[in-house]
């Protein structure tokens, strides 16, 4: 265990989206260039600027038993969906110890949210305030704590080698995934399962997002109104769902036999230092954790084919990150299929970096680059940066090794590369 | 009116399966909550809150430790119903 260097892949994927209960559902959808964006039926959403949002396709209720559910923020319920497939497909068999295949100790979560249990907060702020103190459920804290969704897939796979939740707001779930791989290459597990989860729909956050003029206002087309790149663009919409993937040593999987989707190569990590929520214009500091990925890992930008792009639909940061891949790569951009999958699932925030490496990592394993929809009239600073998938799938080289990169930025500024690779 | 023991019973068991999804067949007078119902000290605070609500009784936290089972229960709430 000494080795500080070890080679990391992937070996299981789970999610529940605004587009299906599960990855292939999922997947499906993305492929298909189906948007997962619906009106917000709610009562409190008729007096909402924004009345849009991309809610899961399957409610986690259908799947968690009651007892259980009831106890669990919704960002904790979609983790827990997510990660049992993720757990199942990567071939494991009830807790860790219980299948010998791996050790208790040698397994971790991190799993991550943006902003944690906001809807528990609020509605047992309701209950305080309109049914009194004796009433607020003593399930609160736990529910409400943003390392509550680690803390249950923890419980529910047995691990041990350590339970851990980072946070950076949308950068949150990919962060988690490159915090996993740090620990499988550094020693400290064999098998972490690490992803992001999010459950901010509520009318709080969607007001408090809409005042910020962040949010596409489009209530008359949900399904057209996340349009990244498009000159139209106007905001990202907000969705919800969790995305979860089992990482593993490359020597760990060997010896189980697992089936292996991709290399999980590394990640390059920066910061803005620029604005607390405006993306540096030109970049620069998402050019910094590409260069950081580069220099830090053998990735060669020849094999890169495909980038799922954080592109959230708003006008500064779809264009920034471009910039940023053209700055950084120069011509090898030209043989990198960008694909910006907000524009199906909205954006899950801290689930986003979660549900987009599922994405990724499926992408490389089918070599197929899923559509970026609703691009009527792309922003010529785009076409000029990049090469966009727009309207239909795109399939990606047959033969050979290829890589491909899952961008995530939060606010404060937080820039997280993720590489993945055939292997 | 105060509730009878029967109901006290039927009253509980709901609670229970509300909570822990356990039967209402299986709540009976000897099961213990935590050994034999899935409640655990958290769920014990609900289970204790929505009983105050439906028999009209208050049951202050120093007495829930005593209320091993739906009997203790049971019991407790016969004496100090309003």
């Known amino acids: 265990m000494s080795s500080t260097n070890r080679t990391v892949v992937v070996t299981g994927i789970g999610a529940t989206t605004p587009l299906g209960g599960d990855a292939a559902s999922t997947w499906e959808g993305l492929v298909a260039g189906r948007s997962g964006v619906k009106p917000l039926q709610q009562e409190w959403a008729a007096e909402q600027a924004v009345r849009i949002a991309a809610t899961v396709a399957v409610e986690p209720t259908e799947v968690i038993p009651r007892p259980q559910a009831r106890r669990l923020d919704r960002s904790a319920q979609f983790a827990l969906v997510a990660a049992k497939e993720a757990w199942a497909d990567a071939g494991f068999e009830g807790k860790a110890g219980e299948d010998p295949n791996v050790d208790p100790d040698r397994l971790g979560t991190v799993i991550a949210s943006g902003i944690g249990g906001v809807t528990t907060l609020l509605d047992q702020y309701d209950v305080l305030k309109e049914k009194g103190v004796r009433r607020v459920s003593p399930h609160t804290v736990p529910m409400l704590m943003p390392n509550g969704p680690s803390a249950n897939v923890g419980l529910a796979v047995g691990a041990r080698a350590g339970v851990h939740t980072p946070v950076s707001a949308c950068a949150s779930g990919a962060e988690a995934i490159g915090y996993a791989i740090e620990m499988i290459r550094t020693g400290r597990a064999d098998v972490v399962v690490a992803g992001g989860t999010e459950a901010a729909i509520h009318p709080l956050p969607i007001a408090a997002f809409g005042n910020m003029m962040a949010m596409s206002k489009n209530n008359d087309d949900p399904e057209g109104a996340s349009r990244p790149y498009d000159v139209a663009r106007d905001g990202f919409v907000l969705g919800e769902g969790a995305g979860v993937i089992v990482l593993e040593s490359a020597e760990h999987a060997a010896r189980r036999g697992a089936r292996v989707y991709a290399e999980a190569v590394g990640q390059g990590v920066s910061a803005d230092s620029h604005d607390i929520v405006q993306p540096e214009p030109e970049g620069r500091g998402i050019s910094h954790a590409l260069q950081n990925l580069l220099d830090r890992t053998d990735l060669d930008p020849a094999e890169i084919v495909h980038v799922n792009a954080h592109a959230t639909s708003t006008p500064a940061g779809d264009i920034a990150e471009l910039k940023a891949l053209r700055k950084v790569f120069g011509d090898d951009v030209d043989h990198m299929a960008v694909s910006a999958t907000k524009s199906m699932t909205g954006h899950l925030l801290g689930g986003a970096g979660g549900v987009e490496s599922v994405a990724t990592v499926l992408a490389l394993y089918h070599r197929v680059a899923p559509p970026t929809i609703n691009v009527e009239n792309l922003d010529p600073e785009a076409e000029a940066n990049a090469d966009v998938v727009r309207g239909e799938a795109r399939k990606l080289p047959v033969e050979g090794r290829i890589a491909a990169l899952n961008d995530s930025f939060g606010f404060g500024g937080h820039n997280v590369v993720l590489a993945f690779r055939t292997v | ?82």
């Open chain 2, 1 to 82: 009116m105060a509730a009878t023991q029967e109901e006290i019973v039927a009253g509980l068991a709901e609670i229970v399966n509300e909570i822990a999804g356990i039967p209402v067949e299986d709540v009976q007078l000897d099961k213990s909550f935590t050994d034999d119902l899935d409640v655990d000290s958290l769920s014990m605070v609900e289970v204790v809150v929505a009983a105050e609500e439906r028999f009209d009784v208050k049951i202050p936290d120093d007495d829930v430790k005593n209320l091993k089972t739906v009997g203790d229960a049971t019991e407790y709430i016969l004496k100090h119903q309003a």
